[in-house]
DNA sequence: CTGTTAGCGCTTTCAG
DNA sequence: CTGAAAGCGCTAACAG
């Protein structure tokens, strides 16, 4: 491996005098500056980082800790963050926490002693706050993304949860539904807990009732069957629900899966709503109606954010920026029941 | 930040007797084992590991190159991957080259100087043989993921494109179609010179013209059109092709697209088949006829792969993983056609 | 079983 | 404009 004094020796120069011309650094006479640059290129030397991170304190990496790359809403924050990360000179560690806790620990340390210069992270939940105050400790700044967690002094870049569910549940109501099931995750997860509250808000907004029995908790893992939708379907014609609103897309398509098995059709006996959109999918069949949510500005602002205060140039503040979802009306949600 | 000196203090030992149970190396009495175990849990010591790096040449840094996260196969081989080196103990850095050798040049010479101890590389075509002969100068193992590049000794984790064209081929031509046209990508790139050799040949095997004006060469880049194609449908019913054949997923989606804007039903007025399947899709939709290719596996052998070298645990020669693909049938290739 | 010394490759003083 | 010395936090090699 080649290092800097190689370098130094083939230029007849001190190493210092390499770090100047490789950082850029000081004042360098043209003649010296030309003799270190032809031996780097001679010598195809590239700096280790290591050790220069061990000076400086800083290492140029980055990581985006999600919960699963796999779901289309976080492959697309994914893009947005490397994107971002690159353009600005940093390297992303990618971690997947699969919605567990412990995973999602082990991985803080773990970028911890890498020593990231920051972290972009939608936590597992609300008991992440553990971990994020390591973090804190550690003085490695994040932005929380996706996912709020109450009480912690960070930048932030959230979606619009009670405006996407309004949208979406508006549409439903408009469209003459009355009896609206909801599949939910966790409600230590700050996005399904609010799209939790904002159905139940908007359902007694538009005075229908609102049945525990239509709240469908999913735990956001791999199981194939949603518990309760079963015993849900066998209610009276009259007493079932018309609608779903699933969480998100996972959900929902967990969910429509389930209710063909049941023998139903969607949407022309159940109509189905969700948030996140399936951008691939869409093209080859407008399927799903959703409320869409810009996934690729997750990422890019979030990893904006960081930076900008990993480099100093943050206001003292923390932000908080508010991405609006879209809504999109496609066949899943059909069209105007008949009452 | 805490050292391994602030804990050597705390615990009344030498720096080496912390180090030595951090890594559980050599003989250290139960007694300061204890006292030294507890100095780190109180003061939240974790090493530093670009101090380590220096010292060990070894970063337990990883990374996956591939040409776009978001494409589905490679969403699953970024999964593959991180799984892997997360079970090993390594940190995956992720980079999306977009199909541009320059943007490869840029993270692979990032990557020399993160010292990561071992790359998993889609390669963006045959000219990325220079930065792979980067990476052999520098000492860093790499396996070859998707796409082969001739003459270079490395391991590598293939698909088999004679097979899997074969196999979609094959199909077409038992359901009766003659005229079956290709949509390929760059010929620089293994997976699409092979499958477009895999369609000459197996075209000739069954007594069918290869006509140069059926072959259409797209970019692999964003663009929304794929030329070549509406020329094609201009042409007499009984010249036109009435099957084609893309190369992947991406392609396909993208052809059907321009099909059904040249107000052509798949699979009705044209059928449709490619590689790579679109899992989450087909759970709504069983659509795409396709040669699915088990993406995970890519990331996750291709990551063991590179460990092992890294390790150490390699037999002397390189390896070549054949992973094969498996056809699907499903709506986009239509039934039989009469003749 | 434990400690001392030196050095990984770089940059930050401080001199010159 | 350039260089010498010291140190970032850790571990290998050798002593004891």
Chains 1, 2 share one sequence.
């Not at 904006?304 to 932000?319: A, K």
Request: neutral net charge; charged residues 25%.
């Amino acid at each position: 491996m080649t290092t800097i004094y190689d370098i130094a020796k083939r230029a007849n120069v001190s190493s210092m005098t390499v770090s100047r011309v490789i950082n850029n650094k000081g004042n360098i006479s043209e003649a010296t500056r030309k003799k270190v640059e032809e031996a780097i290129r001679e010598l195809n030397y590239i700096p280790n980082s290591a050790a220069q991170s061990l000076n400086l304190k800083k290492t140029k990496l980055l990581s985006l800790v999600i919960t699963d790359i796999t779901n289309p809403f976080f492959t697309k924050v994914a893009r947005g963050a490397t994107d971002k990360a690159n353009q600005m000179g940093y390297q992303l560690i990618l971690c997947n926490t699969d919605e567990d806790y412990e995973k999602e620990s082990e991985y803080i340390d773990a970028l911890i002693a890498k020593r990231v210069d920051g972290v972009i992270i939608a936590p597992t939940g609300d008991s992440s706050l553990k971990n994020l105050k390591k973090l804190m400790k550690n003085r490695i700044p994040f932005t929380l993304i996706d996912r709020k967690i109450e009480n912690v002094p960070c930048d932030m870049v959230l979606g619009d949860n009670y405006e996407g569910t309004r949208y979406l549940l508006q549409h439903l109501i408009t469209n003459g539904h009355q009896r609206i099931a909801m599949v939910h995750g966790p409600l230590t997860i700050s996005t399904s807990k609010e799209r939790y509250q904002a159905y139940v808000e908007t359902l007694k907004l538009n005075d229908l009732t609102v049945s525990p029995s239509f709240l469908i908790e999913d735990h956001y893992k791999q199981e194939d069957q949603l518990a309760g939708i079963n015993h849900l379907l066998e209610l009276p014609e009259d007493e079932r629900p018309t609608a779903f609103f699933a969480v998100n897309n996972f959900i929902a398509i967990k969910l429509i899966k389930q209710l063909r098995q049941g023998g139903l059709r969607v949407p022309e006996d159940m109509a189905v709503v969700c948030f996140d959109d399936l951008e691939l999918f869409i093209e080859l069949d407008p399927f799903l109606t959703v409320s869409s949510q810009p996934a690729y500005d997750f990422g890019y602002m979030g990893t904006q954010l960081v930076i900008e205060r990993v480099e100093g140039n943050s206001p003292t503040g923390y932000r908080s920026i508010n991405l609006k979802p879209e809504l999109v009306i496609r066949k899943s949600s059909g069209t105007s029941i008949k009452e």
